[in-house]
């Protein structure tokens, strides 16, 4: 088993910019990627980004591109989502997963372990 823990999230103002984390803990060697996804008030659960854990390489959804940055701290089994020039879109529960194809597709049925979900609210 995997357990994953958000911190983080909060409130932030159009422009703004925050940083999310996501420890890992338990059998930290059974999945190859871990991610982000969000899920917006009446939205679906959405990809974000995601890291091969073994190389660092990330991947991101298009839309993503540009404002969000994903990195990781393998010694500290902990996953970042560095969140810039934040939006009023942005607004969401961010999720934390661990799972994964091998390219670490952002389709939310290939990951086996989420997190409990962290909120940020962007304000103009």
């Known amino acids: 088993q995997v357990q994953l823990v958000e911190s983080g999230g909060g409130s932030v103002q159009v422009g703004g910019s925050l940083r999310l984390s996501c420890k890992a803990s338990g059998n930290t060697y059974s999945y190859n990627c871990m991610g982000w996804f969000r899920r917006g008030s009446g939205k679906e659960r959405e990809g974000v980004a995601a890291i091969y854990v073994a190389s660092g390489r990330t991947y991101y959804a298009d839309s993503m591109k540009g404002r969000f940055t994903i990195s990781q701290d393998n010694a500290k089994n902990t996953v970042y989502l560095q969140m810039n020039n934040q939006e009023p879109e942005d607004t969401a529960t961010y999720y934390c997963?661990?799972?994964?194809?091998?390219?670490?597709?952002?389709?939310?049925?290939?990951?086996?372990?989420w997190g409990q979900g962290t909120q940020v609210t962007v304000s103009s």
């Open positions: 997963a661990a799972g994964g194809d091998l390219l670490c597709a952002l389709r939310p049925r290939d990951w086996r372990y």
